[in-house]
């Protein structure tokens, strides 16, 4: 017996090769000193040897949906915050203060800069596919972050890189390497 699946629609970070994911991928925010105000953190999440890639191969649902969207939020959802082990917190999701943000921490993420890359042997471009603006994540409805759009359901895989991260941390934040969970999801409209 012979089984042919229908394919999937994935998500995964792959490494240069392409064809290796990242075990345990990671983004490192560029360092601040402790402060009496507001400050901004940034990173990329994305590069050469760590590309955020989508594949559809499920072929077998191509006249049946509409399309696919792939999303980033903190994997313990609104109110999510960052750690560092010892009790310390600020937040994934905080708009309040001035700028917002500054209450208590938000990150913002903005693939629209971002590198879209088709990576499908010619049988792809990327004309049905889009990336996602800038939005900052606020708790109130906003957590989660649309990185990629699809506005058909043909078959396709391709990476993105460069996406744009900023976080807020609050003033007074105490001395420490936080840490947050994030997670990619891919969903087929």
Request: charged residues 10%.
């Amino acid at each position: 017996t012979q089984t042919v699946n229908n394919g999937t629609l994935s998500t995964n970070i792959y490494q240069a090769d392409d064809a290796t994911p990242v075990s345990s991928p990671s983004v490192s925010f560029s360092p601040v000193n402790a402060s009496f105000t507001c400050q901004t953190t940034t990173a990329s999440l994305g590069d050469s040897t760590d590309k955020v890639n989508v594949t559809n191969l499920d072929t077998a649902n191509a006249g049946s949906k509409s399309g696919w969207t792939l999303t980033m939020a903190a994997t313990a959802g609104s109110g999510a915050t960052w750690s560092d082990g010892s009790g310390h917190t600020y937040g994934v999701d905080d708009p309040t203060g001035s700028p917002a943000g500054c209450t208590n921490g938000q990150m913002t993420i903005n693939p629209s800069a971002a590198v879209l890359t088709a990576d499908c042997n010619s049988v792809c471009s990327n004309s049905t596919v889009s990336k996602g603006s800038s939005t900052p994540l606020d708790g109130t409805g906003t957590y989660t972050a649309t990185l990629m759009t699809d506005s058909s359901y043909s078959p396709w895989e391709g990476y993105l890189t460069g996406i744009s991260l900023s976080q807020k941390i609050p003033p007074q934040q105490t001395a420490g390497s936080y840490s947050v969970n994030m997670t990619l999801t891919v969903t087929a409209n």
